[in-house]
T-cell receptor, first 115, second 113 residues
Framework: AQSVTQLGSHVSVSEGALVLLRCNYS??????LFWYVQYPNQGLQLLLK??????LVKGINGFEAEFKKSETSFHLTKPSAHMSDAAEYFC?????????????FGTGTRLQVTL | GAVVSQHPSWVICKSGTSVKIECRSL??????MFWYRQFPKQSLMLMAT?????????EQGVEKDKFLINHASLTLSTLTVTSAHPEDSSFYIC?????????FGSGTRLTVV
């Protein structure tokens, strides 16, 4: 079974400050890991994904995440927060066994960006 | 890029009626689609996996007779909430699987009154 744990259901940062959203995973097989963003009453948009290539993954909107096997972590970062980054962020894991692989989501982290 | 269209975006229905939600992959074929349910301020819970031309696979605890899923073509999967009750009110999201990843619909807000 696979799972992800997102530490901190709510994170607040000032505009221009570093964003760090934490995600730890558990998987019995090499995982595929994802970060998604969700704006109110909308679906999910892929920020980035790790698929066993480079451990540092760069995504859209200036976000990046680093896969650390020794720490079973896949934390999401952005050097400088923007007001438009305020949203819900979900970490997810799949077992990469094909297109029928299920995604298991974390409980989400709401990012608040203040002036 | 890959686009998944989900309709309607919101619907209000009376208790006891049925509601159908459509999920279409617009520019690619999706052999597999997933249906999720999301309660306010919570994560997405997988309800079922929909495979084109075969019966859907439901997650434990999901009533297959209440949440009917049909995946009759490679571009369309539907979720029908039958005999809806207020506790079925939720945000429903579909996702289509491709080799390159997953594309999500924009979600459907269902309110049963």
């Amino acid at each position: 079974a696979q799972s992800v744990t997102q530490l901190g259901s709510h994170v607040s940062v000032s505009e221009g400050a570093l964003v760090l959203l934490r995600c730890n995973y558990s998987s019995s097989v090499p995982p595929y890991l994802f970060w998604y963003v969700q704006y109110p009453n909308q679906g999910l948009q892929l920020l980035l994904k790790y698929t066993s290539a480079a451990t540092l993954v760069k995504g859209i909107n200036g976000f990046e995440a680093e896969f650390k096997k020794s720490e079973t972590s896949f934390h999401l970062t952005k050097p400088s927060a923007h007001m438009s980054d305020a949203a819900e962020y979900f970490c997810a894991v799949s077992d990469n066994t094909g297109t029928a692989s299920k995604l298991t989501f974390g409980t989400g982290t709401r990012l608040q960006v203040t002036l | 890029g890959a686009v998944v269209s989900q309709h309607p975006s919101w619907v209000i229905c009376k208790s006891g009626t049925s509601v159908k939600i459509e999920c279409r992959s617009l520019d690619f074929q999706a052999t597999t689609m997933f249906w999720y349910r999301q309660f306010p301020k919570q994560s997405l819970m997988l309800m079922a996996t929909s495979n084109e031309g075969s019966k859907a696979t439901y997650e434990q605890g999901v009533e297959k007779d209440k949440f009917l899923i049909n995946h009759a073509s490679l571009t369309l999967s539907t979720l029908t909430v039958t005999s809806a009750h207020p506790e079925d009110s939720s945000f429903y999201i579909c996702s289509a699987a491709r080799v390159s990843g997953y594309t999500f619909g924009s979600g459907t807000r269902l309110t049963v009154v």
